[in-house]
DNA sequence: GTAAATGCAAAGGTTTTGCACGTTA
DNA sequence: TAACGTGCAAAACCTTTGCATTTAC
């Protein structure tokens, strides 16, 4: 029963959820999105695949997704949260460039591993100087994209 | 008449902007605060010096005072902004900590240089790559703190 | 069959807007 | 005295909650 499930579906079971219909929608087009869609707009999108699905049920899915590594929340400060997939077999670690004028996202992948290696090294000396226990850490650049500037 | 004003009312005139009783209360208690207030926590402060000011007008001075560079707007992601002084003879630049459960926010300065020169490296491939503007950076971590793990 | 998940409607919380009035330069 | 700024109330938005019903295992 174990193999033929896909990433995801094991991830759940495995912490006692339950793989549903609404779920398997939504991380299936997260997981084609090469966008950060907002809660509204996977709504929006995952209604015409799945037409039952109700808002609320996006945002506990969110949450549930997100607690367990299954996809990321992003903040800008635009006032909207936007997700993307942050695991399985096509996915690679990026970061993000945001537009404050129209609110596009950019993936980047420059540096990353120099990064990864100092980030590694902040969060050691941060956890020991503050007794934090680090999670998860976001770096976004803001400005303007190439039509807004 | 130029000497002897304070550094940001110096900033909002050159602008164009009136140094009002308000926006002067709001800059003082940010520059005298080491903590991170929310628009609300500002209102309820600040009101107590100054009892005429509103909501709205906090929420009107924040963003003028963040246009200008005074302000820094930082969003964790739990529903409210913060603001911090960005500018002015105390300050130093610093990055965050932030507890997903209470919410309390940590500055740190670890390994300043370092990220700064990374970072600015970073940036300047990704203006290029992208013809994106950059303004400014956020780094953030994320997880809990002494007393909340 | 039983506990988990869902949809709907309503509520909650933060931020924004309209407009008449007050203040600043 | 002309703009600019403000306070109040209302609206707009995004997100969460309560509860009866449905669904997964």
Redesign the interface.
């Known amino acids: 029963m174990v193999e033929g499930q896909p990433w995801w579906q094991l991830r759940l079971r495995k912490r006692g959820y339950r793989a549903t219909l609404g779920r398997k929608a939504i991380i299936e087009f997260l997981s084609r999105s090469w966008k950060h869609p907002s809660p509204e707009q996977i709504y929006l999108t995952v209604r015409r695949i799945y037409p039952g699905i109700g808002l609320t049920s996006v945002y506990r899915t969110l949450e549930v997704l997100e607690h367990l590594g299954i996809i990321r ?1 992003l ?3 635009d006032g909207r ?1 936007r997700y993307e997939i942050s695991g399985g077999p096509r996915w690679r670690y990026h970061q993000h ?1 945001f ?2 004028k129209c609110g596009k996202v ?1 993936d ?1 992948q ?2 990353i591993e ?2 990864e290696k ?2 590694n ?3 050691k ?2 956890s020991k ?18 039509k807004c ?1």
Chains 1, 2 share one sequence.
């Not at 100087?129 to 190439?146: A, E, P, R």
Request: aromatic fraction near 18%; include cysteine.
């Open positions: 929340k903040v800008f400060g949260s460039l537009c404050v950019i980047y420059s540096y120099e990064k100092l980030l090294k902040i969060g000396a941060l100087k503050f007794s934090f226990k680090i999670n998860t850490h976001q770096l976004h650049f803001y400005g303007l994209c190439k500037r």
